[in-house]
């Protein structure tokens, strides 16, 4: 059987490798490998272009962490802590996100790919964590993970998923999802209450986590999505 070809987003930063120091289309390789031991065949979509052309011929979709999204999007004013906006990337993950989701693609969000599915729908960010929570254990120090359990809602898809009430997980991000965007659900939140998992009602498969399970040897999420891009 053919491995159902899954597309998967990536940043667009300055890069150093072997000789070279240069902008690159980079994706951390643990996306890459999560997705092959679950089955499928990853084809990764840079910010170019218009990668939402490319849904008719993709069997599912991630949209994995980076910077921050133009708070312009969800009609804000940009946090003095919001940083690395990149709006050519903002323009290609939210159409294709819309299409996507018009076309009932399988598709999961990592990170920021909460925050695009969010925006995408008509929701609102919170733009610094620590402003409403009074602490910084989901980004503790640059380049490090926090470690900080989440309680799923029982009867959701991803608890059924991971098959947990709760579930100890690496956290990297300093916004969170805030006004909910149409058709959206919480299915996991951390202790001090912040958005940490949502699901599209009306969806074959539409869910995204503010975790990273990437990070981790988390491997029920990729493989969920690919068995519904198989079917």
Not at 28 to 33: A, E, I, R
Not at 66 to 81: K, L
Request: negative net charge.
């Amino acid at each position: 059987m053919p491995r159902p070809v899954i597309g998967v987003t990536c940043y667009v930063e300055p890069a150093r490798f072997t000789v070279w120091e240069t902008p690159a289309a980079l994706l951390p390789y643990d996306y890459v490998d999560h997705v092959v031991r679950a089955g499928g065949q990853p084809v990764i979509l840079p910010p170019a272009g218009d990668p939402s052309v490319l849904a008719d011929r993709l069997d599912g979709l991630i949209l994995v962490g980076g910077g921050d999204i133009d708070p312009a999007r969800y009609g804000e004013r940009p946090h003095e802590r919001t940083s690395h906006v990149r709006g050519f990337r903002d323009d290609a993950e939210l159409g294709l996100v819309r299409t996507a989701l018009d076309r009932g693609l399988p598709f999961l969000g990592v990170c920021r790919g909460l925050q695009i599915l969010n925006t995408a729908l008509g929701g609102t960010l919170c733009q610094h964590l620590p402003d409403a929570v009074g602490h910084t254990g989901h980004a503790p120090a640059p380049g490090a993970f926090g470690r900080m359990p989440v309680r799923l809602s029982p009867g959701s898809r991803i608890a059924a998923i991971l098959g947990v009430e709760t579930d100890d997980v690496a956290h990297y991000h300093h916004q969170a999802a805030d006004r909910l965007g149409d058709g959206l659900t919480v299915t996991a939140r951390s202790q001090d209450g912040t958005v940490e998992a949502v699901e599209l009602a009306d969806h074959p498969f539409a869910l995204a986590v503010q975790w990273h399970p990437e990070a981790d040897d988390e491997s029920a999420l990729f493989e969920a999505l690919v068995g519904h891009a198989r079917r």
